[in-house]
């Protein structure tokens, strides 16, 4: 067993529930920072709970609630882990269950690890380079990860309606998503187009849910690596629109360009 894909496992189901127990009161104690995204006391537990596990790796941690880490300090890092403690805050403050837990392990700019916890859903994804992709439901009361492990369901899974399927952004929907959109039209014919948010655009590409996501508006390293890491060790790709690669990690500048997501 991945020793370090067991660790990152645990962490995301244990902020899951440290996620949950405030999601279930009327106090989420929502500020806003200063690039004007909202935090939530959600958000800082759940980043506490995580570093209780991760700093045991003595893996580095990039974390979107974590102090803010220079490049002259991170850009010798061969390996680090990347967290968004809740991905789709704003879905977390609507309550419609839309948001995730995001840990990736990156190697020399590489997702070699992904786990995404979906706390509503009950829902977990995992993955590593070597073994694949794989989701499965969580008993948050009751669970071992050996299990969850053994239980996995392999990513991607046949579906049988094989309407091309775009699925896109809930809260960032930009013009030139719009544009992408018309053009599958006009390749597929009928376009489903399903809105997601937080990182489950990723996970349903990944699933084979959808066929693929256009992100053509902004998001960060935190928002994605875990995303990718599972849909890249489903056999699918992430494209850096700039650079027409994939998408690599730990850069100078932790704004992503734009992406897509898709068969390869």
Known sequence: MNKNLKIAIEAALEAGKAILNIYNT??????????NSPLTKADIASHNVIMSFLENT????????????P??????WDQLWIVDPIDGTKEFIKRNGEFTVNIALVENQKTTIGV???PVLKELYFSTNAD????????????????????GVQLPITREDKTFTVVASRSHRSPETEDYINEMRQKHGEVNLI??????????????TADCYPRFAPTM?????????????AGF??????TKQPMLYNREELLNHWFLVQAK
């Not at 809105?195 to 084979?208: F, I, P, R, Y």
Request: proline share 1%.
């Open 26 to 35: 009327d106090d989420f104690g929502v500020e806003i920072k200063g690039d």
């Open 58 to 69: 003595s893996i580095p941690v990039l974390s979107e609630e974590g102090k803010a880490l």
């Open 71 to 76: 490049y002259s300090e991170r850009q010798d």
């Open 116 to 118: 995404i916890y979906v």
């Open 132 to 151: 694949g992709a794989y989701k499965v439901t969580v008993d948050l009361e009751n669970y071992k990860v050996e299990s969850l492990l053994e239980e």
């Open 195 to 208: 809105s997601k948010g937080s990182s489950l655009k990723l996970c349903m590409v990944a699933e084979g």
């Open 221 to 233: 390293e935190w928002d994605t690596a875990a995303g990718q890491a599972i849909c890249e060790h």
């Open 237 to 242: 790709e992430v494209i850096d629109w700039e």
